[in-house]
């Protein structure tokens, strides 16, 4: 498998704010503390699990399926609850967060997954625009925001297509638009390149490595070896829903490990 | 949030819904629309025999008291100042022989026979009577009992028109009556409570993606929710539509086009499709509710 290199993203108006000696100074924008998440059939998918994650950070959660990577997005969105531990974001306490703030939280998050997650009967400019509608339906200039979002993931000039018209990579950046019309500040994806061609899914990488300069933090659960070996990342391994690796510049395996 | 982009947004998701899922939507309000109609029915029924009932009560509320031949005038005003003033008596009406000749010869028919009885020199046999009308039925036998020892009445057999049986029986029916047509109307919205639920929950269950969707990226419950009780409101408002139209177009057929059948007044005909509307509403509201509650816990 090998990775060609993809067109170049857009240029947008915004400046860079990546800052690793600012993030350093800051409080951490995720906690995980001591969590332990064992599903109702018994299964304990996360197990005694701590790090920390600073803003503007990009952090490649990987192992292998079913290791626990996407209990820990599944975690961080509140879509599940620690079963022992803390899971906080943004100094908030999950555990403590009451069901009526919980929209809040995710207008904070960008979230994108393996599925895309589209509405097959909407455009790609009506599957951006349906953030803002259902979250903020007065909001002013919803057009040129949604056109912003497709700007900044090349997608300008599919405003009218439908999910069905694109492939799966145009999706997946839809989806990414998407996610990035409420500015969160951290950014989650779960597989996002797990459908796709290695072209489109290196193309989708550096869009997340461009989202996370513009300042947010990205967190991104894969088991894409190629991606996190040519990103040299950040990178926490998780084996069986403990975290056996923290390493700032990672790859996807540490060195000697057999691939399996 | 601004309710007015929000309003727009909700009811053109709620049409869209119904017009996506058309054939779910029309099973519904078909459905609906049947069981509101057995409840307009029942209601109908009922307040049609409540009116047959309240009439047969009103006769029995008014104790009828014989006067005897030879009583004095005096003395039957006497007894008709006193009882009046009792609380549970509305008013009392002096009645005289005549009247009461006028009276059994145009209800009963015995108009001949009591001319005959006239003419052959025996004279009118119909006593004189005073009718107290009474405030409610309860009070009639108290009444009986209390105005039977008075010397002045009748000696035949019947001092009083009172008939002991009457009244239970009355009451039984009433009671029947409302608790047969309560019954109905409870069966039947609870009948419709669910089949509204199934059918929110089934478009909820088709639009789940679109649930998830609007849950990841921030959108409240109630915004979640909102659109699925418009569909449920709009579903059961135009059920109790239809069923209003069937129901007067009925009683207008069966009331010979003109006035609707059972005695039933415009006006209260008015109240029963705004109450059919109302409860329409009402419960596309709650089964909706109800229904998508699963796919928000979800």
């Given at each position: 498998m090998s990775i060609t290199t993809s067109p170049p993203l857009p240029i947008t108006k915004a400046g860079t704010v990546g800052s690793t000696e600012l993030s350093r100074s800051e409080p951490p924008i995720i906690v995980f503390e001591k969590v332990t998440k064992v599903y109702a059939s018994g299964q304990a998918a996360i197990q005694d699990a701590s790090f920390t994650v600073r803003p503007r950070d990009f952090v490649f959660v990987v192992g292998a399926s079913g290791a626990g990577k996407s209990t820990v997005i599944r975690l961080l969105i509140r879509e599940e609850r620690a079963t022992h531990g803390h899971v906080l974001v943004e100094g908030q306490d999950l555990a403590r967060l009451k069901h009526r703030h919980l929209p809040r939280l995710r207008r904070k998050m960008g979230i994108v997954f393996q599925d895309f997650k589209l509405l097959p009967n909407l455009t790609v400019e009506q599957n951006v625009a349906f953030a803002i509608q259902v979250t903020d339906p007065g909001r002013p200039h919803l057009k040129e925001k949604v056109g912003e979002a497709l700007y900044i993931v090349g997608l300008e000039d599919k405003l009218n297509s439908f999910p069905t018209q694109l492939s799966g990579g145009e999706q997946q950046r839809v989806a990414i638009a998407r996610a990035l019309v409420h500015r969160p500040r951290i950014f989650l994806a779960d597989e996002p390149t797990g459908n796709l061609d290695p072209d489109a899914g290196w193309g989708i990488v550096q869009l997340l490595q461009q989202i996370n300069h513009r300042g947010a933090t990205v967190v991104m659960a894969t088991h894409n070896r190629e991606v996190v070996d040519l990103c040299r990342r950040r990178v926490l391994a998780i084996e069986d829903g403990r975290i056996v690796r923290d390493e700032a510049e990672g790859a996807y395996l540490r060195d000697g490990d057999a691939i399996l | 949030m601004n309710p007015i982009p929000a309003l727009k947004f909700v009811s053109r998701v709620a049409f869209q819904n119904i017009v996506r899922n058309r054939g779910i939507a029309l099973a519904s309000v078909l459905t609906i629309t049947l069981t509101l109609l057995g409840a307009g029915m029942a209601v109908v029924v009922v307040h049609a025999l409540d009116g047959v009932l309240q009439t047969e009560e009103?006769?029995?509320?008014?104790?009828?008291?014989?006067?005897?031949?030879?009583?004095?005038?005096?003395?039957?005003?006497?007894?008709?100042?006193?009882?009046?003033?009792?609380?549970?008596?509305?008013?009392?009406?002096?009645?005289?022989?005549?009247?009461?000749?006028?009276?059994?010869?145009?209800?009963?028919?015995?108009?001949?026979?009591?001319?005959?009885?006239?003419?052959?020199?025996?004279?009118?046999?119909?006593?004189?009577?005073?009718?107290?009308?009474?405030?409610?039925?309860?009070?009639?036998?108290?009444?009986?009992?209390?105005?039977?020892?008075?010397?002045?009445?009748?000696?035949?057999?019947?001092?009083?028109?009172?008939?002991?049986?009457?009244?239970?029986?009355?009451?039984?029916?009433?009671?029947?009556?409302?608790?047969?047509?309560?019954?109905?109307?409870?069966?039947?919205?609870?009948?419709?409570?669910?089949?509204?639920?199934?059918?929110?929950?089934?478009?909820?269950?088709?639009?789940?993606?679109?649930?998830?969707?609007?849950?990841?990226?921030?959108?409240?419950?109630w915004f979640v929710r909102w659109p699925f009780i418009l569909e449920g409101v709009i579903v059961g408002v135009l059920s109790a539509l239809v069923a209003s139209l069937i129901l007067v177009i009925a009683g207008l057929g069966f009331g010979g086009g003109h006035s609707l059948a059972l005695g039933i007044g415009w006006r209260f005909a008015a109240l029963t499709v705004l109450a059919l509307i109302v409860a329409g509403g009402a419960l596309g509201s709650v089964g909706s509710f109800v229904g998508v509650r699963r796919s928000l816990a979800a």
């Open positions: - | 009103s006769q029995a509320s008014v104790l009828k008291v014989f006067m005897a031949d030879h009583v004095s005038f005096a003395s039957e005003m006497n007894l008709e100042q006193t009882l009046e003033h009792q609380p549970s008596v509305a008013r009392a009406t002096f009645e005289n022989k005549d009247q009461a000749a006028q009276q059994a010869g145009s209800s009963l028919g015995l108009g001949q026979a009591i001319n005959l009885l006239e003419k052959s020199g025996a004279g009118n046999p119909l006593p004189a009577s005073i009718n107290f009308h009474l405030r409610n039925i309860k009070a009639v036998s108290e009444l009986n009992g209390e105005v039977r020892t008075s010397a002045i009445l009748d000696t035949g057999p019947h001092p009083t028109d009172y008939n002991a049986d009457v009244i239970p029986r009355l009451e039984r029916y009433i009671f029947i009556a409302q608790l047969g047509g309560g019954l109905v109307v409870a069966v039947v919205g609870a009948v419709a409570l669910v089949i509204i639920t199934i059918s929110v929950r089934t478009a909820a269950y088709v639009r789940r993606r679109e649930i998830e969707i609007m849950k990841l990226v921030g959108a409240t419950d």
